[in-house]
């Protein structure tokens, strides 16, 4: 082989074919950063069909999705349009073979649903509220305010676990429901805060011991101030019980339709 052979049997090695990945619907018209970059630092582009347009960027069909990396810019490109214009992100990894695909497969026949989608979705933003306990103060006052954990508490205290194992299972199914019951307790506080000022709201779940609420609230931009100061009475309300964390505003990905296989 002559190493002009070699030089393009390299290059036909090394370079991949190239699809469209579709991080999200938006209105026709819409505008992208110079400076907003997708998956492998690629740039972003806007395919318009009607009155509405994909998101798009060039990626290498030779590489498989689902690393740390790659989701990350995916919400990167979703969350820097949610503030400036009704958004819906598709399903991660959505990648077609070509701009005229990204047309005839996924606009041409989806354009009126995106279009309705997008037209309620319009001057709303999502924002997640995220409360975790502060463990060690709400165990403490599950003890003050139960009798019978205090008294396992103490009778537990001292002894291996192999003689006194039948109490400390019993021990911990209490705090369990106790934990259970003022989690409601406070979850329900916190959600008469925040639902009044969303137009919508869902519930994540979540295993975390200190877990209280995870919740995704649908804001309307006229109301956001309203918001913000509801989660400001929450944050103040928790303090030395607990944390409250908002993050947004990001793409809706709580509040679109699931039954679209492109829809996030």
Same mark, same amino acid.
């Given at each position: 082989m002559t190493r002009t052979e070699a030089a393009a049997a390299m290059d036909d090695h090394t370079v991949a074919p190239m699809a469209q990945y579709v991080y999200a619907i938006v209105p026709?018209?819409?505008s992208a950063p110079d400076d907003?970059?997708?998956?492998?630092g690629g740039a972003i582009e806007m395919v318009a069909y009607g009155p509405v347009a994909a998101v798009v960027g060039k990626v290498g069909t030779d590489r498989a999705f689902g690393r740390r990396d790659d989701l990350l810019a995916h919400s990167r490109v979703t969350d820097t349009l949610a503030p400036h214009c009704a958004v819906i992100p598709m399903r991660f990894g959505s990648v077609v073979a070509d701009t005229d695909a990204v047309v005839a497969e996924l606009l041409e026949p989806n354009a009126e649903y995106f279009s309705s989608v997008l037209d309620e979705l319009a001057g709303h933003r999502q924002f997640v509220v995220r409360a975790r306990y502060n463990e060690e103060a709400v165990l403490a006052e599950i003890v003050t305010e139960n009798p019978d954990i205090a008294e396992l508490r103490e009778r537990t205290r001292g002894h291996t676990v192999e003689a006194s194992w039948?109490? $400390?299972? $019993?021990?911990?199914?209490?705090?369990?429901?106790?934990?259970?019951?003022?989690r409601d307790v406070d979850?329900?506080?916190?959600l008469d805060l925040l639902v009044p000022a969303a137009a919508d709201w869902n519930i994540?779940?979540?295993g975390e011991v200190d877990y209280l609420i995870d919740v995704a609230l649908l804001v309307a931009d006229d109301r956001l101030e309203e918001f913000e100061r509801a989660a400001e009475e929450a944050a103040r309300d928790l303090a030395g019980r607990g $944390?409250? $964390?908002?993050?947004?505003?990001m793409a809706?990905?709580?509040f679109v339709p699931g039954d679209d296989p492109w829809v996030s």
């Open positions: 026709a018209g819409t907003l970059t997708g998956i492998d039948t109490e $400390r299972i $019993r021990l911990g199914e209490l705090v369990a429901q106790a934990l259970e019951v003022k979850s329900g506080t916190l994540r779940a979540s $944390r409250v $964390r908002l993050v947004g505003p809706p990905y709580d």
